[in-house]
């Protein structure tokens, strides 16, 4: 079995505050043990995904979205509209001041 390069993240950001933590504190099995209950929690959860995706395999999956993901929504959404605003702008500058939309006499 390979693991994927997010389950070596994980692993790597659990097992290392784990081992320095556990020679801190002179616990390091206590310390491991928790990492590892973490771990299992990680993937208990992605199984449960896998098995709602196999319930149903040719619908969409769950558009679920992570902590930064969320946080970068936020701003991409921002930056458009006002990309979108500015664009209209001079658009909107134009057509107002047109001769043909003043009529004068």
């Given at each position: 079995?390979?693991?994927?390069?997010?389950?070596?993240?994980?692993?790597?950001?659990?097992?290392?505050?784990?081992?320095?933590?556990?020679?801190?504190?002179?616990?390091?099995?206590?310390?491991?043990?928790?990492?590892?209950?973490?771990?299992?929690?990680?993937?208990?959860?992605?199984?449960?995904?896998?098995?709602?995706?196999?319930?149903?395999?040719?619908?969409?999956?769950?558009?679920?979205?992570?902590?930064?993901?969320?946080?970068?929504?936020?701003?991409?959404?921002?930056?458009?509209?006002?990309a979108?605003?500015?664009f209209?702008?001079?658009?909107?500058?134009?057509?107002?001041t047109?001769?043909?939309?003043?009529?004068?006499?």
């Amino acid at each position: 079995m390979s693991l994927s390069r997010q389950e070596v993240a994980l692993a790597g950001a659990l097992l290392l505050p784990a081992l320095i933590v556990g020679w801190l504190a002179d616990s390091l099995g206590w310390a491991l043990l928790v990492a590892a209950l973490v771990w299992i929690v990680v993937q208990h959860r992605q199984r449960g995904q896998l098995l709602r995706w196999s319930r149903r395999p040719l619908s969409r999956p769950e558009n679920e979205l992570e902590p930064w993901q969320e946080a970068l929504t936020i701003v991409i959404s921002a930056t458009t509209t006002t990309a979108t605003r500015s664009f209209r702008g001079p658009g909107a500058l134009k057509t107002f001041t047109s001769p043909s939309a003043c009529h004068l006499e």
